[in-house]
């Protein structure tokens, strides 16, 4: 039996949708509120509640025999700047009450992190970054993320073995999906940007034109949480990887984004504490560990994103 937490989320929902392609598999969601119509069909049961409600993620397994866990509730960056506490409660109390609740042996679990684990400055910001590199977090989601990793790792290794989990992580990129918009992170900028031309309105940026982050499409996403949670463990030589599949800056998303809709009008108003977070985040990531492991390797890159997924994908949704 599979737990998804956060199934409303970008990712939680995508992610049902996906896992429950593969039959064998039955799905338990959990988020704040009902399960969205468009995946609730999807899942075996569900149950609305608080992740920091410890009761109630220990009755969640003491009623059902979780073996899979994908633990993604959480608060995004620019939320858990406004609240770091509640963030902090959420994010780290949230994913230990999940850790303190598992009743079997060797539980699978998949944490999503995040590239907010890292800290740049601008004379190091174009260095192509391995995992090991400049964690060091300035924001709270950060640290939140990075402390959920040592955790993971911690109990994976545990001396008392009688429930070792079976952890494994991935540092995303900044997700973009045709089908949902995120809510309260800091990489929200191209996924509005391009949501909003598609949409024939102008878009006001709140980072400035030359920042530039990695992103993934959310089909990549996906299939790389997927591919990751299905390799042999004995050829996984980290708990935590990162992955991307481009790194364009404002200017060339809207370059990109004017060929296709000529009247876009970008403009911008830059919020600092947002700015400070992407100048603070790699541009590149040195992938070389995912690729040897797991054989990583991303369908879409910045030209076919936009032409294959992106553009189609999104005008069908709004025209629906
Ligand atoms: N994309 C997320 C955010 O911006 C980071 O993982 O908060």
Known sequence: MILITGINGELGSALTKKLSQ?????????????????????????YKGDIRDSELIKKIFAENKIDTIYHLAA??????????????SVNVDGFFNIINSINVKNVKFFFPSSIAVYHLNC???NIKITENDFCNPNNIYGCNKLYCEKLGSYFQNSHDTEFNIDFRSIRLSG????????Q??????????????????DYTCFVRKDSCIPFIVMPDAVNAVIKLMH???????TDVYHIQSFSPTVD????????????????YKVDKNRQKMVDSWPSQLNQ?????????KPEFNFDNAFEKYLIPKISEYYNK
Do not use: C, R
């Open 22 to 46: 593969f039959k064998s598999e039955k799905i338990i969601g959990f988020d704040l509120s009902k399960p969205n119509e468009n995946i609730k069909d999807l899942l075996y049961k569900t």
């Open 75 to 88: 608060i995004l960056s620019t939320e858990a700047e406004k609240k770091p506490y509640l963030a902090h």
């Open 123 to 125: 004379n190091n910001k």
């Open 175 to 182: 997700i973009i999906s045709a089908h949902s918009l995120p």
């Open 184 to 201: 309260g992170g800091t990489s929200d900028y191209a996924p509005e940007m391009i949501h909003n031309a598609i949409q024939k309105k």
């Open 231 to 237: 390799t042999n463990k004995a050829n996984l030589t």
């Open 252 to 267: 060339q998303i809207y370059e990109k984004l004017i060929l296709y809709f000529p009247k876009f009008k970008l403009n």
């Open 288 to 296: 070389q560990k995912a690729i040897n492991d797991w054989d990583w």
